[in-house]
Each structure stands twice: as C-alpha cells, then as structure tokens.
C-alpha cells in the first residue's frame, strides 16, 4: 500500500516561487510515474508535470514548461514540484498521483494526496 502527503503550499505574490513536496510511504516501482495535478473549483483535474520515478525523466505541462520543476529523491522517497515566476492562473489545489505508469492520466493513478493549496496573489 502506498500513500501520499504534499506539503509546501500557500499564499504567494504573483512572480514568486513557491516548493511542493509530495512524501510517499510505501514502495514504488522503477516504472511508476510520480504525476502532479491540479484542480479549481468548476474545472477538471488539470496535469501539471510528472516524473518517471526510477529514470528521472519528466514531462510537463505547456502552461508550466520552463518554470516548474518537477524532481525526486529516492533516498528520501519524497518528489517535489518547484513552482517559479508563479501566475495567478496557477492558483489551485495541486495533488500528487502515483501507482501507474501513465503519464497525465488521472484516472489511472489509484495513489493520490490529499492535495495542498497553492494561492497567488496580485
């Protein structure tokens, strides 16, 4: 059994920067895919970035591209998603999703967070 906490959210300016962190308890395999998603009222589930969790390689999302970062510590088997230049569309409850080997598919992860508020403000 795997669970999940995220941490790190908050209250932030717009253009700063903000780290989540995403501690997994529990063993995941080499090819399982650590997803960051994240959701506002209203809207569906919205992927952000993911990582492979054995090979490191990440995908993201055009909206974020080149001002998140998404990366993970095996030793401390936690994956994090540095947030810089933040927007106030980037506002949302964000989650971390894991257990499959699907990129962006939330549907297909059965491990999930409890999710961790991010809010920017003007």
């Known amino acids: 059994q795997v669970q999940l906490a995220e941490s790190g959210g908050g209250l932030v300016q717009a253009g700063g920067s903000l780290r989540l962190s995403c501690a997994v308890s529990g063993r995941l395999l080499s090819s399982h895919v650590m997803n960051w998603f994240r959701q506002v009222p209203g809207k569906e589930r919205e992927f952000v970035a993911a990582?492979?969790?054995?090979?490191?390689?990440?995908v993201y999302a055009d909206s974020v591209k080149g001002r998140f970062t998404v990366s993970r510590s095996k030793a401390e088997n936690t994956a994090y998603l540095q947030m810089n230049s933040l927007k106030l569309e980037d506002a949302a409850l964000y989650y971390c999703a894991t257990g499959s080997t699907d990129i962006g598919s939330p549907s297909t992860a059965p491990y999930w967070g409890q999710g961790t508020q991010v809010t920017v403000s003007s």
């Open positions: 990582i492979r969790w054995g090979y490191g390689t990440s």
